[in-house]
């Protein structure tokens, strides 16, 4: 590759970076430096170029997704940008979540939640917006339960490394299985939330103007909704959510 393609395909690519610097960082704390996501971002753009193989059967876009967003991803892990405390209680939630789910039957109500947790409602939302920078990531993401404690980890990993891999893809499509069955599970409004944050790929502020609440009450929806899925995945993918 000539040094004007590749430097052609960033440019043709680099609102990519943004796109997936805004979905991350939408709903980050204050403290964390978007710039610093973007250069990030754009470091995996230039990492997914230089190693893109066309024989492989992904387009360049896919594949630079998956590079972006796993820089992004160990940039957001060096600065420790969400308290361990407010993880902790992440997880927590997702664990007490599956285990009330499992005991009722049904998706529990945020009332047994809250009871569940020892909390009056007021305290319970209050733990939602706490923990819903905890859980404003990729669904995927959201899902990987213990990456929480990767903190001190700093792979360079290829998503090539995985294609053709039988095992590996015999996981992805068991996770997938179980995060479509575990979204079909979920209340109405949640659902609702799920498929407009990422099918349509709505804001959180313009999903309460769809559904007419305000940007708060959406964060309270999407940090339960995601509370239950993580807890579902670690149930039924046999993985122990970490203490």
């Given at each position: 590759?000539?040094?004007?393609?590749?430097?052609?395909?960033?440019?043709?690519?680099?609102?990519?970076?943004?796109?997936?610097?805004?979905?991350?960082?939408?709903?980050?704390?204050?403290?964390?430096?978007r710039e610093d996501l973007i250069s990030a971002g754009i470091l995996g753009l230039i990492k997914a170029i230089?190693?893109?193989?066309?024989?492989?059967?992904?387009?360049?876009?896919?594949?630079?997704?998956?590079?972006?967003?796993?820089?992004?991803?160990?940039?957001?892990?060096?600065?420790?940008?969400?308290?361990?405390?407010?993880?902790?209680?992440?997880?927590?939630?997702?664990?007490?979540?599956?285990?009330?789910?499992?005991?009722?039957?049904?998706?529990?109500?945020?009332?047994?939640?809250?009871?569940?947790?020892?909390?009056?409602?007021?305290?319970?939302?209050?733990?939602?917006?706490?923990?819903?920078?905890?859980?404003?990531?990729?669904?995927?993401?959201?899902?990987?339960?213990?990456?929480?404690?990767?903190?001190?980890e700093a792979p360079d990993v290829d998503p090539w490394d995985d294609f053709g891999d039988p095992a590996l893809?015999?996981?992805?499509?068991?996770?997938?299985?179980?995060?479509?069955?575990?979204?079909?599970?979920?209340?109405?409004?949640?659902?609702?939330?799920?498929?407009?944050?990422?099918?349509?790929?709505?804001?959180?502020?313009?999903?309460?103007?769809?559904?007419?609440?305000?940007?708060?009450?959406?964060?309270?929806?999407?940090?339960?909704?995601?509370?239950?899925?993580?807890?579902?995945?670690?149930?039924?993918?046999?993985?122990?959510?970490?203490?």
């Open positions: 590759m000539t040094k004007a393609e590749r430097e052609r395909l960033i440019s043709e690519h680099v609102r990519l970076v943004h796109h997936i610097v805004g979905r991350i960082g939408a709903h980050l704390p204050e403290n964390v430096d230089d190693r893109y193989d066309a024989q492989h059967g992904a387009k360049l876009a896919t594949y630079a997704s998956s590079v972006i967003r796993g820089e992004v991803m160990e940039s957001l892990r060096s600065k420790d940008w969400a308290p361990r405390s407010v993880r902790r209680k992440a997880r927590e939630l997702a664990k007490v979540a599956a285990a009330l789910e499992y005991r009722l039957g049904r998706p529990p109500a945020g009332d047994e939640l809250a009871d569940a947790m020892g909390m009056d409602i007021d305290d319970y939302h209050r733990l939602l917006e706490e923990t819903s920078s905890a859980t404003l990531l990729s669904l995927e993401e959201a899902l990987s339960v213990g990456d929480e404690d990767r903190d001190n893809q015999m996981e992805e499509e068991d996770v997938k299985r179980v995060l479509i069955e575990a979204v079909d599970r979920l209340p109405d409004r949640e659902k609702q939330v799920i498929g407009l944050y990422y099918q349509d790929e709505l804001t959180l502020k313009e999903i309460g103007e769809v559904l007419g609440v305000t940007e708060s009450r959406i964060c309270q929806i999407h940090s339960q909704a995601i509370s239950r899925l993580r807890g579902i995945a670690a149930r039924e993918l046999s993985v122990a959510v970490p203490k």
